[in-house]
């Protein structure tokens, strides 16, 4: 990787920064009755309302109703939220330096495809394990789908982020669990960056 003519990074969130495990959500679900979350929801691959709520075209409680209606059972609301948020784990303190010691080097951003109950819920996790500081001020901007309204991997969310700060597509690394948003980055004109299962930014030969 020819880290020697980067300027810039843009990174993924979950899976990436903070660790995520999805499988509590498909657990807490399935306990609901939602039996097959894995068709709706996965690395890389979003549809119906999960798609819908990614890039704020529902509110949350139109997503809530979506996944009562998928259970076929009646559930709270609170029942609901818990379990979509239990996938929301925790932000290693060694990958927060690294993004300290990047900034001092590189332009980075944050670019995630995300919805308001996650974004709400992982800020607190965030403000929970490292006090005053807030998430977003370790980036020169951060991205999240459901506000940019459009989510990975299509081309135009990566160019609107490059033009937007004036970032050259072959100077920009792009970061991502998701094999599929990385390809999507290449083909924007990016560099992108696969994190494959079980490595971590740590390892990346920056």
């Known amino acids: 990787m020819p880290m020697q003519n980067i300027?810039?990074?843009?990174?993924?969130?979950?899976?990436?920064i903070l660790n995520l495990d999805i499988?509590?959500?498909?657990?807490?679900?399935?306990?609901?009755?939602?039996?097959?979350?894995g068709d709706q929801f996965g690395l890389g691959h979003a549809a119906s309302?999960?798609?819908?709520?990614?890039?704020?075209?529902?509110?949350?409680q139109q997503f809530v109703q979506s996944i009562k209606e998928l259970a076929g059972l009646s559930v709270s609301d609170e029942r609901v939220i818990d379990g979509w948020n239990a996938m929301l784990m925790d932000f290693p303190p060694e990958r927060i330096a690294l993004l300290d010691e990047l900034g001092k080097?590189?332009?980075?951003?944050?670019?995630?495809?995300?919805?308001?109950?996650?974004?709400?819920?992982?800020?607190?996790?965030?403000?929970?394990?490292?006090?005053?500081?807030?998430?977003d001020d370790h980036f020169e901007?951060?991205?999240?789908?459901?506000?940019?309204?459009?989510?990975?991997?299509?081309?135009?969310?990566?160019?609107?982020?490059?033009?937007?700060?004036?970032l050259e597509g072959s100077e920009t690394l792009f970061v991502d669990d998701a094999l599929v948003n990385v390809e999507g980055a290449d083909a924007a004109g990016l560099q992108g960056f696969h994190l494959k299962k079980g490595m971590t930014i740590l390892e990346i030969p920056w």
């Not at 309302?49 to 949350?60: A, M, N, P, T």
Request: glycine letters at 8%; zero cysteines.
């Open 23 to 37: 499988k509590r959500t498909e657990d807490a679900f399935a306990a609901m009755g939602v039996t097959r979350l």
């Open 49 to 60: 309302s999960f798609k819908d709520y990614e890039i704020g075209k529902i509110s949350d």
């Open 7 to 16: 300027k810039n990074i843009i990174f993924d969130l979950g899976g990436v």
């Open 141 to 166: 901007k951060a991205y999240y789908s459901h506000l940019l309204g459009m989510r990975k991997p299509a081309s135009e969310s990566y160019l609107h982020i490059l033009r937007e700060n004036g």
């Open 105 to 135: 080097r590189y332009r980075i951003f944050l670019f995630s495809n995300t919805n308001a109950l996650h974004l709400s819920a992982l800020q607190q996790i965030y403000r929970d394990a490292f006090g005053d500081r807030n998430l």
